[in-house]
């Protein structure tokens, strides 16, 4: 069974930083794509990040392009995002998630939806406020 667990979050004021940790079970993160998305009551699920099989290729929605970093670590199993610069739009429930589809279909193309996803973590509250 995969498991995904996620860690960090919080709030902080504009202009600040945060980090979100992915640790994974189950399953290596190394041999598929791996994204965060976001989920806000207003605008709904929305892609943040992605990384696909090999790494080479990571991906960023341009609202946050800049600003996050993502990573993996083979080695741990974990997915990472490193926020920086966070600002009000920001605040939302950040989820790493395994897709069906590799990312490269998908992510500039299309509103993410829950079934495009194996596998989900519980979710991260990122509260951006002054």
């Known amino acids: 069974e995969v498991k995904l667990v996620q860690s960090g979050g919080g709030a902080v004021p504009p202009g600040e930083s945060l980090s979100l940790s992915c640790a994974a079970s189950g399953f290596p993160l190394v041999s598929a794509d791996v994204a965060w998305v976001r989920q806000t009551p207003g605008k709904g699920l929305e892609w943040v990040s992605g990384?696909?099989?090999?790494?080479?290729?990571?991906y960023y929605a341009d609202a946050v392009k800049g600003r996050f970093t993502i990573s993996r670590d083979n080695a741990k199993n974990t997915l990472e995002l490193q926020m920086n610069d966070l600002k009000t739009e920001d605040t939302a429930v950040y989820y790493c998630a395994i897709p069906r589809q590799s990312l490269i279909f998908t992510f500039h193309h299309r509103q993410p939806k829950r079934d495009d996803f194996n596998a989900w973590g519980q979710g991260t509250q990122v509260t951006v406020s002054s």
């Open positions: 990384i696909n099989v090999g790494g080479r290729d990571t």
